[in-house]
């Protein structure tokens, strides 16, 4: 992808037939080119910009675990971004936890098991996941 290019605001002064008239457009053009250069230059975020939801769980190793979906369209895939102990003890992974989840007829996000997740009532974690429409 190439830079994007550099910025140059719309003036009225450049426009003098039409100056009775032209700053009316050439505000809202104006903040649009800011806010697009400000998004193209690392601004989008997953949050802001994504059909997406953004999940953080406390898992006890119970399941399932049903949560409500508040998007429009169905989850098409999910996964952990973040898991760690509750305690404080934290020890490294020798495999990585992966999500077993499903959308179900009710509505709800459904996280069925996170195998290779040590979670117990005694040793709970917090886990992020990110699940994305499609």
Same mark, same amino acid.
């Given at each position: 992808?190439?830079?994007?290019?550099?910025?140059?605001?719309?003036?009225?002064?450049e426009?003098?037939?039409?100056?009775?008239?032209?700053?009316?457009?050439?505000?809202?053009?104006?903040?649009?080119?800011?806010?697009?250069?400000?998004?193209?230059?690392?601004?989008?975020?997953f949050?802001?910009?994504?059909?997406?939801r953004?999940?953080?769980?406390?898992?006890?190793?119970?399941?399932?675990?049903?949560?409500?979906?508040?998007?429009?369209?169905?989850?098409?895939?999910?996964?952990?971004?973040?898991?760690?102990?509750?305690s404080?003890?934290?020890?490294?992974?020798?495999?990585? @936890?992966? &999500?077993?989840?499903?959308?179900?007829?009710?509505?709800?996000?459904? %996280?069925? +098991? *996170? @195998?290779? &997740?040590?979670?117990?009532a005694?040793?709970?974690?917090?886990?992020? %996941?990110? +699940? *994305?429409?499609?």
């Amino acid at each position: 992808m190439s830079k994007i290019p550099e910025m140059r605001r719309i003036v009225a002064e450049e426009f003098p037939e039409q100056r009775d008239w032209i700053g009316k457009l050439i505000a809202p053009v104006n903040l649009f080119m800011e806010q697009v250069q400000i998004n193209l230059s690392r601004g989008l975020t997953f949050q802001d910009n994504i059909s997406c939801r953004f999940i953080e769980h406390t898992d006890y190793g119970a399941y399932p675990v049903d949560i409500a979906w508040n998007l429009r369209s169905k989850p098409a895939g999910a996964w952990i971004v973040y898991a760690r102990e509750l305690s404080g003890n934290h020890v490294n992974f020798t495999n990585a @936890p992966y &999500l077993d989840w499903e959308f179900t007829s009710n509505g709800s996000f459904r %996280i069925n +098991a *996170i @195998p290779n &997740l040590s979670s117990s009532a005694s040793n709970p974690f917090l886990v992020k %996941i990110i +699940a *994305i429409t499609g």
